[in-house]
């Protein structure tokens, strides 16, 4: 049974959104989220109502009447309704960027802590060699914490020397003053309990300084940094890099016999010394700060090109290579319950029973609108005007919504297959009836409530999801046309996005500079020349912004069989 939110909590919680909480209140808020799953759960899904009511106010189609005729109104909704739309469009950002990094919490694997086995081993060593020495026992637990593993050593790629030697098949751990070189490859690490993910590249010489800090000497590092690890630093050049809670590129080259390096915010923000040891500048999303030995900082502004709407023009009727996409909405009459904590998904409620049915049974999708018909052409990108499209004059325009794509298609030849995406807020791919991917937000019934098998990879970095892209499990395909079914919605406002792509087992696709693969999005015909802009458009994005992105090719495209 779940718990009620503690009054502490939601106190903790507010303060966290409006940048109000202290250095001591931080720390308890990060205990307690550190130490109670459900208060974890809670304070998610706290951002996640905190967002969509915001993002209300950003839509330029939607005036504050209209969200609070279905939003509870309160008085911190009523003071948010006065502020400046910049400002207003800031604080949503900011919350959808916390709502994407606290997911972390739900996904942090086994391996981001040390075995009670092994610390109580470390303990022991470092007491029995205390002891002998005679050293205090506080010392001793000291020297412990310093000796116990500050990171691990996920992905290896490459020829890597581990403290000069080359590292070992078994290999994993890294503790406080490691060493690690890469000439050539790839290779990725977390830090202990700040889950901060590094993904590094040649020619690379780091050194692991602890579980929240490291020095580069060389190479190029690009950082996750959850809520956990606030203030990790990186120290470069004499500087120190310490982040606030993002995502950042570090790199550090000779050139002309100086070293220069550079660091590019992806997300959120960063302080950097302005000089070494001196003065901490803050940079914020899209900034790019280059220095050398000794030298001021260069600051300049890039601009990272925002996520491209892919939801106009969009085919306004179905073609002979499209699924058929349906559109469900609540009606204009339709009165749902007053704003809940946490937020009900009362749209995923209607679609439960449809899909655990094996998508035969309709019934419980009696009770809303069904709008306009609209083929498939890929899910990728931003689809803000796409509801606005499919919604008939009856349906409601500030609910939820869901489209429902169906058909019948072959794979490109046969063999395994895996879909890779995630979306804000559903998206579920079932075949011949069963559901075999879910990349649906984890706040929402499609996610909670279905038992559908779904790994998270943060270190592939998707638009939407700060924790990673998500995949679903292998489906065996031979030359029999099968029976797909896709949903692809939005639980609280029009805006939504999303990337839904296919991989086949044993086929080599080319990878990204940070070493991820560039699966083929899930197409069943070949793209128009807008729409091959607009993919364009996306990778480009996706380049510049998270180092990822995707292909096209033409021999990977499904064929549309009814």
């Keep these: 049974m779940k718990h009620e939110p503690s009054s502490e909590l939601l106190e903790y919680a507010s303060a966290y959104v409006d940048q109000r909480l202290d250095a001591q209140q931080l720390a308890a808020l990060e205990e307690i989220l550190r130490n109670d799953a459900e208060a974890r759960r809670i304070f998610a899904q706290f951002l ?43 604080v949503a950002m900011a919350a959808c960027l916390l709502i994407g990094l606290v997911v972390s919490w739900f996904v942090s694997p086994g391996w981001h802590e040390d075995s009670a086995e092994q610390k109580a081993l470390v303990k022991s060593e470092v007491q029995a060699e205390a002891k002998a020495q005679g050293v205090a026992e506080t010392k001793a637990e000291a020297i412990a914490e310093i000796k116990s593993t500050a990171a691990y050593l996920i992905r290896k790629e490459g020829n890597i020397l581990l403290n000069g030697v080359p590292l070992g098949a078994d290999d994993s751990s890294l503790k406080p003053g490691d060493t690690l070189a890469l000439e050539q490859g790839l290779l990725e690490l977390v830090f202990r309990e700040t889950d901060v993910h590094v993904i590094a590249v040649p020619p690379l010489k780091m050194t692991v300084v602890s579980n929240t800090a490291l020095k580069l000497e060389s190479g190029e590092l690009k ?76 600051v300049k502004r890039r601009m990272l090109e925002g996520l491209p709407d892919f939801s106009a023009p969009m ?55 069904e709008g306009h018909t609209l083929a498939f052409d890929g899910i990728a990108g931003a689809h803000g005007k796409l509801a606005d499209y499919a919604r008939s004059e009856d349906a409601s325009h500030h609910k939820s919504w869901m489209m429902w794509y169906q058909g019948k298609v072959k794979a490109p030849k046969p063999g395994r297959y895996r879909f890779w995406g995630y979306a804000d807020n559903y998206l579920l791919v079932a075949i011949n009836g069963k559901p075999v991917f879910n990349g649906s ?36 395909l031979g030359d029999e046309p099968v029976q797909i079914d896709i949903l692809f919605g939005e639980m609280g406002n029009r805006y939504t996005s999303g990337i839904l792509q296919i991989e086949r087992d044993g086929d080599q696709y080319p990878h ?3 070493g991820q693969p560039q699966w083929p999005l899930f197409l069943t015909q070949k793209p128009s020349e807008q729409r091959a802009a607009n993919f364009k458009q996306l990778n480009l994005y996706l380049e510049n912004s998270l180092r990822g992105s995707f292909s096209i090719p033409e021999d990977d495209i499904w064929r549309l069989v009814e």
Aim: hydrophobic share 40%; aromatic share 8%.
């Design 48 to 90: 996640h109502d905190h967002a969509a009511l915001q993002w209300h106010y950003i839509d330029t189609g939607t005036t504050s009447q209209d969200v609070l005729g279905w939003l509870e109104q309160d008085g911190e909704a009523q003071r948010s309704q006065k502020q400046g739309m910049s400002g207003m469009a800031w």
């Design 223 to 298: 950082l996750h940094v959850p809520p956990q690890g606030v203030g990790f630093e990186v120290e470069t050049q004499e500087r120190k890099i310490i982040d606030l809670g993002t995502s950042f590129v570090v790199s550090t080259h000779s050139r002309q016999s100086q070293i220069l390096s550079q660091v590019l915010v992806l997300d959120g923000k960063i302080l950097v010394e302005d000089t070494p040891g001196g003065e901490q500048l803050a940079l914020e999303k899209g900034e790019v700060a280059s220095f050398s030995k000794g030298s001021k900082l260069e």
């Design 315 to 369: 085919p306004g009727a179905v073609t002979k290579d499209s699924l058929r996409g349906r559109f469900f909405a609540f009606g204009n009459d339709t009165n749902l319950p007053a704003r809940t904590f946490p937020l009900v998904d009362h749209m995923g409620a209607h679609f439960l029973p449809l899909v655990e049915g094996g998508f035969s049974d309709e019934a419980a999708l009696a009770g809303l609108q």
């Design 441 to 476: 937000r984890f706040d929402t019934a499609l996610r909670e409530e279905l038992a559908v098998k779904s790994q998270r990879h943060p270190a592939f970095p998707c638009f939407n999801a700060k924790a990673g892209i998500a995949s679903g499990e292998w489906i065996e």
């Design 512 to 514: 990204s500079y940070w």
